[in-house]
């Protein structure tokens, strides 16, 4: 194919969106429905960004899904995130096969909470276990609910705080903090109130579940109406620059050299990735501060299923004391706190001879110190860390410290992703997992035309990533004039 000329301009689009994750799926998806010309700008070959899928030596994973959050439930009703996710991409919720979780855990040194999809029985958890604290609890409660979480204007308070002012034990504030920071905050250790808010909806009065086949599930219908709707979606195809005139975007420079034009752009890859496209800068406002947290993944394959570890749970944060860590560490990994993930014990187990599980094990990471290894460096201290990692997480596991010898034995495969991984595949700055501190939840940026979706909305997770993208395009293009 003869090289494109940079002096030529491709066709004008209504509406061009950067980024085939999740949120500018969603956001490509709605504007079509609506009959908007869009092009979809991905400079991967694969859709989905931090929630992609890849194939080694014949096994299958999923880059980014531990759990789905806001799972429906008779407590949520038609208020349900979900459903109206849903109800705005007209994608059947029965065709996702929605497997719920088994029951989960937060544990900090000998103290357990569990939580499965009935809030009730969170609420007696916390009641059983941290009974002096019952009316406070229920106080805490009463006031997230009045909180307008989902506002656009919901100010950023600091939860720590907050929890501090309206909890008296600490622990039980201190294992609140666990899951809601690792499943969304770019804080240190800390979360800003209107995400934890929402995070703690979605993770404890709705729940976990999994699609039964994987983001796929959520992927390929995304794909298959976006491709029916006739939204042009140009894979390998990576952003030079965002050229601007006049407080407008005139136009985005592919790294092919050619030129895409629109009337509107929506930017899913970062407030922090976006300026740094901008041509010329934006001096007129202060840069967005970068974010720094970042994980290192390892994830164990092995043959046949969790319960013949022992292991029924389906996801368990924890931490090693009682003041929880949520911080990029000063080395490669943190070991104090972490998620395990059992992907596999989401809905009822299915025994096949050919069956393999797997076992995700995530840790605070530092990507300085990670991305200043040579190559051989870097690979043997990944194959290090790994070990390290397994030892470590199984002493929060059933049954850990008695099985790890058999399944270290049993693995048969492992691979593991670090905050340089994460830079290679979605080009946030230090491989961020939730981009900057600072969100801007309606989207809008010094430019009338351009738009940012996603993780710096304060719009987190697979269900708030696409519920972003979603508000972008329809309060800012779909709905104005």
Sequence with gaps: MPAISKDKASEHHDVAVIGAGLSGLAAALRLAMFGKKVILLEKHYVVGGLNS???????????????????????????????????????????????????????????????????????????????????????????MESFPAYSVDAEELSTRSILKESIGDPLLSEMLLCPTCYYGSARKNDIDFPTFIMLFDAI???????????????????????????????????????????????????????????????????????????????????????????????????????????WDETVVFFNDSETFCYDEPDGLIDLRSGVVCMPDNYGEQVRDSAQKSKLRITHPANFDRWSELEQPTYESEKNLWEERILDNGMKYLKNGKEVIDSFRSKTTFRDTFTPRTIKKYTGHANGTLYGSPQKRRDGTTAFENLFLAGTDQGYVGIVGAMLGGIAVANNQILRPG
Aim: proline content about 6%.
């Design 53 to 143: 899928f890849y194939a080694k030596k014949g096994v299958k994973f999923d880059v980014g899904l531990h759990a789905l959050t806001n799972y429906p439930s008779p407590q949520s009703g038609k208020s349900s995130p979900l459903l109206k996710l849903c109800r705005q991409l007209r994608i059947s919720l029965d065709s996702l096969n929605l497997l719920p979780q088994s029951h989960s855990r937060i544990t900090f040194g000998s103290e357990n909470l569990l939580f499965n999809n009935n809030f009730d029985f969170f609420l007696s958890q916390v009641e059983d276990k941290f009974p002096k604290e019952r009316d406070r609890f229920q106080s805490l409660l009463a006031k």
């Design 204 to 310: 404890f009065r709705q729940g976990l579940a999994r699609p039964e086949h994987g983001i796929r599930a959520i992927l390929g219908p995304l794909t298959k109406r976006i491709k029916e709707l006739g939204v042009i979606r140009r894979m390998n195809c990576g952003v030079e620059t965002i050229k601007t005139e006049g407080g407008k975007v005139s136009g985005i420079v592919l790294e092919s050299g050619e030129t895409i034009t629109s009337d509107q752009v929506i930017s899913t890859c970062g407030a922090v990735e976006t300026e740094a496209l901008i041509d010329p800068p934006d001096c007129s406002n202060s840069p967005t501060i970068e974010g720094k947290f970042s994980i290192m993944e390892s994830i164990f394959v092995f043959p046949g299923v969790p319960e013949d570890f022992g």
